[in-house]
């Protein structure tokens, strides 16, 4: 499996941003579907945003126009650029990694989970 840490997570204010990273460790995200998902307190784990290899992406609606997942193939790293944040977006942020093209919404299709970072948006 692999192994991916999340950084760039913290508190900011209603409409402010924040831009979170995902790091494999020991390899490259070739070959694979990156998916974004979050998990509020006493909630579900959902779907945020997803990119695969041949960076096609998708959204979950209640972020479409203010998040943008990307790869950051210097850094070797896939990022969330978080804008226009609202209260509601407050949660732990985690990435996750399967192999092969498809991008799917599913958590439980995803094969390896970093341990998430907290995002908190005040009001």
């Known amino acids: 499996q692999v192994e991916l840490v999340e950084s760039g997570g913290g508190l900011v204010q209603a409409g402010g941003s924040l831009r979170l990273s995902c790091t494999a460790s020991g390899r490259t995200f070739s070959n694979s579907c990156v998916g974004w998902f979050r998990q509020a307190p006493g909630k579900d784990r959902i779907f945020v945003a997803a990119i695969n290899f041949n960076d096609y992406t998708t959204y979950a609606d209640s972020v479409k126009g203010r998040f943008t997942i990307s790869r950051d193939n210097t850094k070797g790293t896939v990022d969330l650029q978080m804008s226009s944040l609202k209260p509601e977006d407050t949660a732990v942020y985690y990435c996750?990694?399967?192999?092969?093209?498809?991008?799917?919404?599913?958590?439980?299709?995803?094969?390896?989970w970093g341990q998430g970072t907290q995002v908190t948006v005040s009001s």
């Open positions: 996750a990694v399967r192999q092969g093209t498809m991008m799917v919404v599913t958590p439980a299709l995803y094969n390896s």
